[in-house]
Structures are given as structure tokens and as C-alpha cells.
């Protein structure tokens, strides 16, 4: 069992920045990749970001891509997904995700542990 504690949410402006993190605890001794994903009110979860479990490989939503940055320091056990520019459509609950494989995934449907999600709210 892996357990995930998301941190580093809140209410910002149009353009500012958010760094969220993400600490796993618990079975943590094995290599997994993990990922963020968002949800925001009336629609369905959506992915992100993911990393492997290197750091080597990464993925991003095309919505996020040369804003948002994944990255994780596996000796503190922290996942992070720096945000920059941020826009009123990245209103969302955000949550991490681990899967029991090293490779990095886009699927949702590949993650076996999630957090408790962190509100990001960003005002026009």
C-alpha cells in the first residue's frame, strides 16, 4: 500500500504560479511511476502529467505542456508539478497518482494509489 498526500493547493490569480507536492509513504520500496491528474466541477477526471520512476520520461496533457513541469525527488519520496501561467481552466481539485510499474502512463486506468486530491483555484 502506497499512501499519497498532496499539498500546495490555493486560490491565485490569472498568470501566477503554484508548486504542488506530493509526498508517498507506506510500501514505497518498489519502483513506480506516478502522474497528476485534475478534476473540476461536472467533469471527468483528466490527465496531467506523468514521470517515470527515473525522472527520465515524462508525459504532459497538450493543455499543460511548456507551463506546467513534473518532478520528483525519489530519496524525500515527492512527487512535484510545478505550475506557471496558470489560467481560470486550471480550476480543479488536483491528485496524484502512483502506479506499480517504473514506466511513466497517460492512463488513468493504470494507477493503482491515489491522494486525497488539493483545490487550485485560479480567478480571472
Known amino acids: 500500500q502506497v499512501l499519497l498526500v498532496e499539498s500546495g493547493g490555493g486560490l491565485v490569480e490569472a498568470g501566477a504560479s503554484l508548486r504542488l507536492s506530493c509526498a508517498a509513504s507506506?510500501?514505497?520500496?518498489?519502483?513506480?511511476?506516478m502522474g497528476w491528474f485534475r478534476q473540476a466541477p461536472g467533469k471527468e477526471r483528466q490527465f496531467v502529467a506523468a514521470i517515470s520512476w527515473s525522472g527520465g520520461v515524462t508525459y504532459y496533457a497538450d493543455f499543460v505542456k511548456g507551463r506546467f513541469t513534473i518532478s520528483r525527488d525519489n530519496a524525500k519520496k515527492i512527487l512535484f508539478l510545478q505550475m506557471n501561467s496558470l489560467k481560470p481552466e486550471d480550476t480543479a481539485v488536483y491528485y496524484c497518482?502512483?502506479?506499480?510499474?517504473?514506466?511513466?502512463?497517460?492512463?488513468?486506468?493504470?494507477?493503482?494509489?491515489w491522494g486525497q486530491g488539493t483545490q487550485v483555484t485560479v480567478s480571472s
Open positions: 507506506g510500501r514505497t520500496s518498489s519502483r513506480y511511476a
Open positions: 497518482a502512483a502506479r506499480s510499474l517504473p514506466g511513466a502512463s497517460v492512463n488513468i486506468h493504470e494507477y493503482n494509489y
